[in-house]
Nanobody, 121 residues
Framework: QVQLVESGGGLVQPGGTLRLSCAASGRIDNIVSMGWYRQAPGRQRELVAEIINGPNPNYGDSTKGRFTISGIDANNTVYLQMSSLEPGDTAVYYC???????????????WGKGTQVAVSS
């Protein structure tokens, strides 16, 4: 059973930094992409950052230049370094992964339960 576990959310002041992590566990054959979306109250879920097919990052328009996503490490973990945080970054951040489980079933998308990030003075 593949699972995604996020950590690192919390409360931070404007201009501050936070680092999120997401670890994929279970029997995994190959991870095609992995990253983060976020959703604020009353707003649609939007792309934060993702890493696709190796070292190719893709960022949402509102996070480009402020957030940095790592590559997927040997423990199937990806990190999101968030800098220059703004109140508009307040949201629940969800990790996702598109991967091929070793138990079969083909390319499948998985989601974590989410971690809250709040930016406020």
């Amino acid at each position: 059973q593949v699972q995604l576990v996020e950590s690192g959310g919390g409360l931070v002041q404007p201009g501050g930094t936070l680092r999120l992590s997401c670890a994929a566990s279970g029997r995994i054959d190959n991870i095609v992409s992995m990253g983060w979306y976020r959703q604020a109250p009353g707003r649609q879920r939007e792309l934060v950052a993702e890493i696709i097919n190796g070292p190719n990052p893709n960022y949402g328009d509102s996070t480009k230049g402020r957030f940095t996503i790592s590559g997927i490490d040997a423990n199937n973990t990806v990190y999101l370094q968030m800098s220059s945080l703004e109140p508009g970054d307040t949201a629940v951040y969800y990790c996702y992964a598109r991967l091929t489980p070793a138990d079969g079933g083909g390319l499948t998308e998985y989601w974590g339960k989410g971690t809250q990030v709040a930016v406020s003075s």
